[in-house]
């Protein structure tokens, strides 16, 4: 196994992980790369080139402000959405590129910044090229980063040899199966999350990991304390009205469960609509799920407290690390499927862990999430994360506390393993057609009139 639950559940902004928070990091590392070698000081233009579903929605997306911020030297999980917004407008005011935060040199969006709408790269849908030149208009360098979904980016070079993350760490109880990780709880009597734990303390100590996390669970709140607040309409020219402030006074003297969960998916996927600050779970298209379960559980399971909290997200990372090594968590790659789906079986595991499932009722629970989104596709209207994603996170928050519940009403045993839905996953993903991963050129995004 070479992911960690920090790697599933990151700090960054909206609307996406592969085409706002990976744009970012693969132009940061860009800048990094050249700072290293030597010759960021000599660079008198920077091109940037965006492929693939990038190419196609990276506009809806808000990719080209990230790559811009990126060059900048920003990251994802510290850039302030609204001074970074600030700062792109800048940029394109005065034509003027800080690349690396230091070194001041001429930007044309026009011309230094092209997203190719029908061209893709050969490894993946999401690519981008980065060419830094030289006053004498020589190539002083030049890199292809993929965003494979998640935030995650892979260079050229790491393109095939590993298309997750070249992390060699040895962790003392790697899984790469659902039915691998069972057994792993029978042999060292462990639930889910006790398994995670002892991986997790490959890279860094308990009290670490649960700060990390609780801290992760801070964010999430305050995600959907800003979405309850926020209102009026979300960027992009759909003219999709926040509706999160609204649903929250009107709950105010309610107290049904599944009302308070919809209100909290909307409230996250709203923010990140907006390009607010979210924690990628396991995308930012997906983000509302883990934290509309997590909050249900903290509101309405009597007993429910931070170590709770820690748990769920355990549970949640390993289920997340199986779709991320056998299947995917990315649109672009295999459709919704596998980004609500991911998130829904992910939230549904960490319930059912939390609720007193035992290893084998909270597998169950991830297979029954993920059975029911099979299939999805990802065909966002515009291009921008709004419609159908904002309502899917709710919709998908519910049917996750239902898996989880159904699982619980039985002893654990089951007709389809986690494992063969996995595989069923990648399969239909990989016979889906290009226009519903990600291309807005296919589903509702053709069939409903952009107003
Ligand atoms: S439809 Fe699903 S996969 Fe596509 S952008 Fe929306 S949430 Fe992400």
């Not at 196994?1 to 085409?19: A, E, N």
Request: net charge negative.
């Amino acid at each position: 196994m070479t992911i960690g639950v920090f790697d599933l559940f990151s700090v960054g902004i909206g609307p996406s992980s592969s085409h706002t928070v990976g744009p970012m990091r693969a132009a940061q590392r860009f800048t990094a790369r050249l700072r290293e070698n030597g010759s960021i000081f000599k660079v008198n233009r920077v091109k940037a080139e965006l492929f693939g579903s990038l190419g196609a929605t990276g506009h809806g997306h808000g990719s080209p402000n990230a790559v811009l911020l990126g060059l900048e030297g920003h990251r994802p999980e510290s850039v302030d959405p609204v001074a970074g917004a600030q700062r792109v407008g800048e940029i394109e005011g005065s034509g003027l590129l800080r690349l690396g935060g230091d070194h001041v040199l001429p930007f044309d969006g026009a011309r230094d910044l092209v997203l190719h709408r029908r061209k893709s790269l050969p490894e993946h849908p999401n690519g981008l090229r980065f060419t830094a030149t030289g006053n004498d208009g020589g190539e002083l360098d030049s890199a292809v980063y993929y965003s494979v979904g998640g935030g995650f980016v892979v260079d050229e070079g790491a393109v095939g040899a590993d298309r997750v993350k070249a992390d060699e760490t040895t962790v003392p109880m790697p899984f790469n199966t659902g039915a691998e990780l069972l057994l792993r709880c029978e042999d060292a009597d462990l639930p889910i999350s006790g398994v995670m734990l002892a991986n997790e303390l490959s890279w860094r100590e308990e009290s670490a990991v649960r700060a990390g996390l609780l801290d992760i669970w801070r964010v999430m709140r305050e995600c959907v304390d800003n979405g309850c607040g926020n209102t009026g309409e979300l960027p992009g020219g759909l003219k999709v009205r926040r509706r999160a402030a609204e649903l929250a006074a009107a709950l105010t003297d309610q107290d049904d469960p599944m009302e308070w969960v919809t209100l909290f998916a909307l409230a996250v996927n709203e923010e990140n609509a907006a390009g607010g600050r979210v924690v990628t779970a396991p995308t930012n298209g997906a983000a509302g799920i883990v934290p509309a379960v997590l909050h249900y559980y903290a509101r309405f399971v009597p007993g429910a407290d931070e170590d709770g909290v820690v748990r769920f997200m355990l549970t949640a990372g390993a289920i997340g690390v199986l779709f991320k090594e056998n299947a995917s968590i990315s649109g672009a790659e295999v459709g919704c499927q596998g980004e609500v789906g991911s998130a829904c079986s992910m939230a549904a595991a960490g319930l059912a862990e939390v609720l007193g499932g035992t290893p084998s009722q909270v597998e169950n629970a991830a297979e029954i999430a993920m059975e029911h989104n099979l299939g999805l596709t990802c065909d966002p209207i515009g291009g921008l994360v709004q419609i159908p994603c904002i309502e899917r996170n709710a919709v998908a928050s519910v049917k996750a506390i239902t898996a989880a519940r159904m699982a619980l009403r039985g002893n654990g045993t089951h007709f389809v393993s986690l494992d063969k839905v996995m595989k069923t996953m990648r399969e239909t993903g990989r016979d889906m057609k290009v226009k519903y991963k990600e291309t807005a050129r296919g589903g509702l995004a053709v069939n409903v009139i952009e107003c």
